[in-house]
């Protein structure tokens, strides 16, 4: 891997708990605020700005920009959420330019498994350990908003985003540079 483990090291500790806190909230209630994912940019410039070369901190801002625009065009094609758009967006000033294609299969299968724990938890009795978390919710597509028709559910993305971060900070720690 190509990022600092110094880096990955700093970065993880304060970032660890704030995505488990970005999880539980993205599950409960189907929400990433504006507040956590400012707490996770303003973590990426102190740890990055500490850490990491002057031109290497500043071109983490490319990935920002290509992910922002990537996943707007998502969402206004109504297949991911805004807080999904930001909170990836703002994951991805902490991935290294020579790890991106590795990050990217690290989100993918990120995605995959909370995507079949999401669905395991909701049609299986596990749903009784949080029955009023939305992720479990279907939701009307009345509005016209929502893709295709009838009831729907959305799975919270945010979940799998914060995973595929702490893991790459986690394998960054491991066996980065």
Request: net charge positive; hydrophobic share 60%.
């Amino acid at each position: 891997m190509q990022v600092s483990s110094t880096f990955a090291l700093w970065a993880l500790v304060p970032a660890l708990p704030l995505c488990v806190f970005i999880f539980w909230v993205d599950m409960k209630h189907k929400r990433i605020s504006n507040l956590t994912v400012w707490a996770l940019f303003a973590i990426f410039v102190v740890v990055g700005l500490a850490t990491l070369p002057i031109m290497e901190f500043a071109w983490r801002f490319a990935n920002y920009g290509v992910v922002f625009v990537v996943l707007l065009v998502m969402w206004m094609a109504r297949q991911v959420g805004a807080g999904d758009v930001k909170m990836a967006a703002v994951a991805a000033l902490y991935v290294d330019k020579g790890d991106a294609s590795y990050m990217l299969m690290i989100t993918f299968v990120a995605i995959i498994v909370a995507t079949l724990a999401t669905l395991i938890v909701r049609l299986t009795p596990l749903r009784k350990l949080a029955p009023d978390w939305a992720a479990w919710k279907l939701k009307a597509s009345e509005s016209g908003v929502n893709v295709g028709k009838g009831d729907q559910m959305t799975l919270p993305m945010g979940t799998g985003i914060g995973v595929a971060l702490c893991t790459y900070l986690i394998l960054g720690v491991l066996h980065g540079q």
